[in-house]
């Protein structure tokens, strides 16, 4: 009696958790794309963050992963965006466009690869 009691107890605490909603329904919501298909676009690059994300990236910086700095002054004047330093592999380079539409660009037209700087916080 004391177990059928605790499955019903059980049952009650999941049905109020899920809304009333059965499992099977949940897992019908849920997106059923592979992580692949959500973040990466046909030919496996990244695809670039949604507008609301934009915040988490600094505005109008790029950075490439380059050879030296001439390799770096090569990647700005294709884009034409200035770079501001080559150091130690990475390229800093800046810009008044659009980042994420620079990024397509250089995807389109088969560029060197460029990247927002990424804002991390810990918290």
Known sequence: MLQKGLLFFLAICLL??????????QASRRDR?????????????????PSP????????TLLAAVEDEEH?????????????SAKNGLALFHT????MELIH????????HVQPNWLYRAF
Do not use: C, H, M
């Not at 794309?33 to 690059?45: A, N, P």
């Open 16 to 25: 109020t958790a899920s809304g009333g909603v059965s499992l099977s329904e």
């Open 105 to 112: 660009l250089g995807r389109e037209n088969g560029w060197p």
């Open 33 to 49: 794309r592979s992580i692949k298909q959500r973040f990466f676009d046909e030919d496996g690059g990244p695809l670039p963050a």
């Open 96 to 99: 008044e466009l659009d980042v």
């Open 53 to 60: 994300l934009s915040r988490y990236y600094q505005e109008g």
């Open 72 to 84: 770096a002054r090569e990647i700005a004047e294709l884009y034409g965006i200035e770079l501001v």
